[in-house]
Structure formats: structure tokens, C-alpha cells
């Protein structure tokens, strides 16, 4: 263990799209726990497109900012936390955090899944989709689902999960061609689209001719009017995100077809995963048994090294990643 610690804050208000300036590496004392709290050292950090919307007014400046960490514990003055215990918390984008029981819940160990799954399809961002196609979609054998980014970390669990489920056909849009393959040869998708080559609308009519019942949207905007206009009658649309907004620094998108909504008995809901925490065991049980088997396998883009973890955010938001984007500590098991 270091000597040092370091950080990530906030420095300045983006406006449009953050840039490394917009933070600092910060180098302090290693922090030491008081009774009742533990020392974790830091393994794997999590970056979500949530970051950036929180960056506009949520995130104090000069300050260490959240996110979704896994960690072991490394020195520890409450027996509810043993040291070597490895835990989930929230005060990442720091190499070490002192925690209390109550911001911290254990990462079990599953043979043959590495920990960053706990990151992907077992943490957040498998919650997120596993709730989004069974709580708020209530997803039924045989249907035909769409899914906005759909090579990113939801977007890649939602596919997975969505065909463990028996969904009928299965579309996604991108913003590549090399994803639109990786999502059809690998993830289960029947059809991909990048949307980079012509109106939403246009390319989601021609891979959905006939019409889908679901969207889950990671977008928003024209995507989300692209599925308002695909949708059969009765269609659900899941919110989870507004990724074509968060970087956006004019009008926001109007929708021209909110009266399909009323005219087709359309549902639109969102939700915060935050409020579905009860679900966790129910997608342990569900998706452990596919990790180990092979069914499933883990879409991650992995950065080496604490150093790496703004650029990864950066790049995440430019959508370099190809699944989750993780940054893994050097000397971290894989």
C-alpha cells in the first residue's frame, strides 16, 4: 500500500463537452480510518454517462467525486469489516476512501467471474437493464425490442439479457460500423444500425419493417421520436437516459409525434436503479449460472491504471468504449 493517495475533482462547469481541464489529480496523506470505519484500497472504478449530466451542477467543485468503486478492505476498526473483504461502494475516482458499513456492501465472489463484472452486467448496469426489461417493460416472450446505444455497458446487458429472455428481434443503434458487428456477432442483436448514416426514423423503419412493442432509450431525441412512430399499439418505452442531450449546448430535440403516444396507447416510464436494490439477488440468480456456462460473456473495455480514469471518462462520453468502460488498478486481478 502507497503512502500517498490520490483523487479526482471537479474543477471548473463544463460547458458542452468536459475536457481534461475540467478536473485535477489531487495528492493527499493516506487517509485513516476512526473506530466504526474501514481503510479500502481501491481496485476497479466504474465511469457512467451519468457522470457528466451530474458535472453541470450536482458535483461540488474541488472535491472528490462519486462513482461505483470495488475494493478490498485493507485495514479496518469495526469487526463488521474484515480486512481482505472485498466491497462495493460509491466514493470512487480515489485510490483509497474510508468507509463506514453503511456505504459499503460486500462483492461476493463467483468462480470463474472476475470482480469488474460486479462493475457491468452484475452491478449497475446490469440492474439497470435487468429492472428496465422486467419491472418497467415487463418484457414478454417473443417481443420485439429496440435499444439506443446499444454497444455501450447498458446497452450490451440489455442485449444479453433481453435474449436470455426470449425476446423476438432485437435492434440497436450505434455510432459505429465495427460496433454494429461486435453487437450482431457477438451480443445477440438480429440488427444493428449506425446511426451516424441517415435519419433515426428512416433506418429504424428499415430494420424494423413491421414494427416493434419495446425501446429502451439510452438517448432520447430523435431516437426517441424515431420509436415513438415504430411502436405497435400498446408499446412501452423505457427512459433510462439522455445521452444526446448531456454535451448539447442548444435547443433541446422536439418531438413531432407525441400525439402517437395517446393515439397508439403508448406507456413511457423512467426509473432510478437506486430505487430497485431489492432486485439484486433476483440478477445474481439469473445471470450468474449464463458468466459461468459461457452463454454469456463480459463486454468491457478495460483502462490499466488510476491515471487513465479521465480520459476513460472522456472517451466513454466520445463513445470509444465497446460495452462497459472499467479502469483497473495496476497489479489488479483481472
Do not use: C
Not at 460547458?15 to 493516506?30: Q, T
Not at 458535483?59 to 468503486?69: I, M, S, Y
Amino acid at each position: 500500500m502507497t503512502e500517498t493517495a490520490l483523487t479526482v475533482h471537479q474543477t471548473a462547469r463544463p460547458h458542452g463537452f468536459p475536457s481534461p481541464d475540467h478536473f485535477a489529480f489531487v495528492e493527499s496523506a493516506m487517509p485513516e480510518p476512526g473506530q466504526g470505519t474501514a481503510l479500502v484500497e481501491n481496485l476497479y472504478w466504474s465511469v457512467d454517462p451519468y457522470h457528466r449530466e451530474m458535472m453541470d451542477e450536482d458535483f461540488a467543485l474541488n472535491a472528490p467525486l462519486e462513482g461505483r468503486t470495488i475494493g478490498r478492505v485493507v485495514e479496518s476498526r469495526t469487526p463488521a469489516l474484515r480486512e481482505g473483504e472485498i466491497v462495493f461502494h460509491r466514493q470512487g475516482w480515489r485510490t483509497h476512501a474510508v468507509v463506514t458499513t453503511e456505504e459499503v456492501r460486500p462483492a461476493p465472489r463467483f468462480d470463474g467471474i472476475p470482480l469488474s463484472a460486479h462493475l457491468g452486467i452484475l452491478g449497475g448496469t446490469g440492474l439497470t437493464a435487468y429492472v428496465g426489461l422486467t419491472r418497467i417493460a415487463e418484457l414478454r416472450e417473443g417481443q420485439d425490442v429496440f435499444v439506443s446505444a446499444a454497444a455501450g455497458g447498458v446497452g450490451t446487458a440489455t442485449g444479453r439479457l433481453a435474449r436470455l429472455m426470449g425476446a423476438g428481434r432485437l435492434i440497436g443503434s450505434a455510432g459505429r460500423a465495427t460496433k454494429a458487428a461486435y453487437l450482431t456477432e457477438y451480443v445477440g442483436y438480429d440488427e444493428v444500425f449506425d446511426y451516424r448514416t441517415g435519419p433515426a426514423a428512416e433506418l429504424l423503419a428499415k430494420a424494423a419493417p413491421d414494427g416493434i412493442d419495446l425501446y429502451m432509450d439510452n438517448v432520447g431525441g430523435e431516437h426517441l421520436e424515431a420509436a415513438i412512430s415504430s411502436l405497435r399499439e400498446y408499446g412501452r418505452i423505457v427512459r433510462i437516459g439522455t445521452i444526446a442531450q448531456y454535451n448539447s449546448t442548444g435547443t433541446p430535440y422536439a418531438l413531432r409525434n407525441l400525439p402517437d403516444i395517446v393515439e397508439k396507447s403508448l406507456r413511457m416510464e423512467g426509473f432510478l436503479v437506486r430505487d430497485h436494490r431489492d432486485v439484486q439477488e433476483e440478477l445474481y440468480e439469473f445471470v450468474v449460472p449464463h458468466l459461468q456456462s459461457g452463454r454469456v460473456t463480459l463486454d468491457e473495455t478495460v483502462i490499466d491504471g488510476f491515471g487513465g480514469i479521465v480520459e476513460a471518462f472522456l472517451g466513454m462520453l466520445r463513445g470509444e468504449n465497446q460495452g462497459k468502460i472499467i479502469v483497473r488498478a495496476t497489479g489488479a486481478d483481472a
